[in-house]
């Protein structure tokens, strides 16, 4: 596409100067040095792209409270855990599975159609590095269906925001996930950010249930 664009500049160029025929051979002499020229600034763009993406994932670990390891192995820990279950074809073909990783706390959620098959998700994920602990939510159940997968989602969106509205809860130290309207909390809090987020969690609609798997700080 790039290419096709710089060709079409070419010919521009060509008809604007007239002052040699418009062939093939005139048309590449343009490209080349049209690429020659672009090249520099196509280089400048990526690197502007990779400097602003690395300083907001900088940024994103300096304010966590997880240690900036920690946060790398929590990556790591879904990274492989997803890796694992899709490679483990009696588990992907059965399962709906999400798996969120918070200092090494490791929650799976989601539906798979038989208790050997969930405790199959547990052993693979007991056997990933850096993990401490595995709350196996997993529902013996047909994979879900999308709407009910949209509505967990739109439940997650609105605590979040509702969460952001909350004074003294900062919603970056709490991890949402929703599963068949139960939501998970997870994060590094003190008791009263913990009540405070529960409490708005559950004045919101949609939500069947509240599960705490917060790690105390002092």
Same mark, same amino acid.
């Given at each position: 596409?790039? *290419?096709?664009?710089?060709?079409?500049? $070419?010919?521009?160029?060509?008809?604007?100067?007239?002052?040699?025929?418009?062939?093939?051979?005139?048309?590449?002499?343009?490209?080349? /040095?049209?690429?020659?020229?672009?090249?520099?600034?196509?280089?400048?763009?990526?690197? $502007?792209?990779?400097?602003?993406?690395?300083?907001?994932?900088?940024?994103?670990?300096?304010?966590?409270?997880?240690?900036?390891?920690?946060?790398?192995?929590?990556?790591?820990?879904?990274?492989?855990?997803?890796?694992? +279950? @899709?490679?483990?074809?009696? +588990?992907?073909?059965?399962?709906?599975?999400?798996?969120?990783?918070?200092?090494?706390?490791?929650?799976?959620?989601?539906?798979?159609?038989?208790?050997?098959?969930?405790?199959?998700?547990?052993?693979?994920?007991?056997?990933?590095?850096?993990?401490?602990?595995?709350?196996?939510?997993? +529902?013996?159940?047909?994979?879900?269906?999308?709407?009910?997968?949209?509505?967990?989602?739109?439940?997650?969106?609105?605590?979040?925001?509702?969460? $952001?509205?909350?004074?003294?809860?900062?919603?970056? @130290?709490?991890?949402?996930?929703?599963?068949?309207? +139960?939501? /998970?909390?997870?994060?590094?809090?003190?008791?009263?950010?913990?009540?405070?987020?529960?409490?708005?969690?559950?004045?919101?609609?949609?939500?069947?249930?509240?599960?705490?798997? *917060?790690?105390?700080?002092?």
């Amino acid at each position: 596409m790039l *290419f096709n664009l710089i060709k079409s500049v $070419a010919k521009r160029v060509i008809a604007r100067d007239n002052k040699q025929p418009i062939n093939q051979e005139t048309i590449m002499s343009k490209f080349k /040095y049209l690429l020659i020229a672009l090249v520099p600034i196509i280089f400048l763009q990526a690197c $502007a792209t990779a400097v602003v993406t690395g300083a907001a994932t900088g940024a994103s670990i300096a304010y966590d409270r997880r240690t900036a390891g920690s946060v790398i192995d929590d990556q790591g820990i879904e990274f492989k855990a997803a890796l694992a +279950i @899709y490679n483990d074809k009696e +588990i992907y073909n059965q399962s709906h599975i999400n798996v969120t990783s918070y200092n090494g706390i490791v929650l799976v959620t989601g539906e798979t159609l038989t208790e050997s098959l969930k405790q199959k998700v547990n052993s693979v994920v007991k056997n990933i590095p850096k993990v401490r602990r595995i709350h196996n939510e997993l +529902i013996i159940a047909a994979p879900s269906a999308l709407p009910s997968r949209s509505s967990d989602a739109w439940i997650t969106s609105k605590i979040k925001t509702k969460l $952001a509205a909350e004074q003294n809860v900062d919603p970056f @130290y709490i991890k949402v996930v929703t599963e068949h309207g +139960i939501v /998970y909390l997870m994060g590094i809090v003190n008791k009263t950010e913990a009540d405070r987020a529960v409490r708005v969690v559950t004045q919101s609609a949609g939500v069947q249930r509240v599960v705490k798997l *917060f790690e105390y700080s002092k």
